[in-house]
């Protein structure tokens, strides 16, 4: 039982990291939402066969956007780089991210990433879904493990 809290909990701390490059098409972005934000998620949902605690706390963030592209990057050290597209007032990302487990150094996590939101100039609600992955070997007893979390996320403008 230790072991799948320690895994929720790590899973929740990656799904609040990142988000990746999306959307297209020829609408003009109607916000600016360049500047520094906090990102937060919860209301978790997920496959994984454990629950995943509400809320998980707050990511410091920044986001450029030129036109209708953006780009979002940790601002305290964390280690994001994701892209994505403004169209109208909303902004949608995908993309992949991984990493390994704390507790299991050889065991690799993969985290696909498809979110979308309603924008303001200072306020961004959305709801993302995260495809969870571990690889074939080297996270024993979980080798191969899939699962996904969907959850909402809220941007706040900070400056």
């Known amino acids: 039982m230790c072991r799948k809290t320690a ?11 990142g988000a990746g490059c999306g959307g297209g098409g020829n609408d003009e972005p109607t916000v600016d939402l360049t500047g520094t934000w906090t990102l937060s998620a919860s209301n978790f949902k997920s496959d994984c066969g454990f629950p995943i605690d509400d809320p998980v706390g707050t990511l410091p963030i920044i986001i450029t956007q030129t036109g209708g592209k953006v780009v979002i990057t940790g601002a305290g050290g964390e280690q994001l780089n994701f892209t994505g597209t403004v169209k109208g007032n909303t ?19 993969t985290l696909s990433w ?46």
């Open 91 to 109: 902004l949608a990302f995908d993309g992949t991210q991984g990493g390994n487990l704390d507790n299991y150094p050889a065991c690799t996590i």
């Open 114 to 159: 498809d979110a979308e939101g309603t924008a303001s100039e200072t306020l961004v609600n959305g709801t993302a879904s995260v495809k969870v992955k571990l690889a074939d070997s080297g996270c024993e007893p979980l080798n191969g493990f899939e699962c996904t979390i969907t959850f909402q996320f809220k941007m706040a403008k900070v400056s």
């Open 7 to 17: 895994l929720a909990n790590l899973l929740a701390f990656f799904v609040i990291l």
